[in-house]
């Protein structure tokens, strides 16, 4: 097992006085997918948000890449390697779908040819988007839009790739196809941390995984272990478990 690159321990943090995340324990190991799986409102979108920067933590410690990144700022955090790919892919309107992809860059400092390669990347990843460079990228389809979200994400030349929701709203084919370029971001040497409502998906998908439940983590497991999981199988995958 790789030494983890996200350690988050006692995590808490919430939105004014309504407090969502109550001593949340996670690692992700570099170099593996990890999903987070949980109903709506268990905390999951929270998770990230604080994370990333975007949610204050109240208590509790977030370590990325062995550095303490609790109150950083979201820049800092950025240029550190943790991009944040939001719930809804929040695209710019009004601007091409190569336009929204060079946004991802914009803080880098590493030169254009090294954005330009990423951007190569990116389009030979996704090829609809190279199609597609220069259309308005809120005109794309849902599933296109996705792409262009994570395409972004990826321009910023991420260590961790959070990824909020995959799959909402699209097509299982769409779904099949983004799942299958997860893979290739991850064999490429890119971390990911992905919330999911689809569970069947997102346990195929990961390597562990964990169950966040009333803001907190109430299992952790390898994804094999939780899909076998009379818990998760009752709750999450529809099976009726018998007891004795």
């Known amino acids: 097992m790789s030494a983890p690159l996200l350690e988050i321990g006692g995590l808490e943090a919430g939105y004014g006085d309504v407090q969502v995340l109550w001593g949340v324990d996670l690692a992700v190991a570099s170099g593996s997918i990890v999903c987070l799986i949980g109903s709506n409102g268990a905390g999951k979108s929270t998770l990230l948000r604080a994370v990333s920067g975007l949610v204050p933590a109240a208590a509790g410690q977030i370590r ?10 979201p820049s800092r955090i950025v240029a550190a390697g943790l991009v944040h790919v939001p719930e809804g892919r929040r695209l710019f309107a009004g601007m091409s779908v190569r336009d929204n992809l060079l ?23 996704f090829p609809r988007l190279a199609e597609r460079s220069r259309q308005d990228a809120v ?20 260590r961790l790739l959070m990824i909020d929701e995959l799959s909402l709203g699209l097509s299982p ?7 299958s370029a997860l893979v290739g971001i991850r064999d490429a040497g890119v971390t990911v941390l992905l919330v999911e409502q689809d569970v069947m998906t997102a346990l195929e998908l990961a390597d ?3 169950v966040l439940q009333g803001g907190r ?23 009726v478990v018998a007891h004795p």
């Open 208 to 210: 562990d995984g964990h």
């Open 173 to 179: 084919r769409l779904v099949e196809e983004l799942c």
């Open 217 to 239: 983590v109430v299992l952790a497991d390898t994804s094999a272990r939780l899909a076998a999981n009379p818990m998760v199988q009752q709750a999450y995958l529809g099976a």
């Open 139 to 158: 005109t794309l389809s849902g599933g296109e839009q996705q792409m262009c979200a994570i395409g972004r994400g990826l321009m910023a030349a991420p």
């Open 64 to 73: 990325f890449g062995g550095e303490d990144i609790t109150h950083a700022r």
């Open 103 to 125: 946004m991802g860059a914009y803080k880098r400092g590493d030169g254009r040819a090294a954005v330009r390669r990423d951007l190569e990347r990116v389009l030979a990843l």
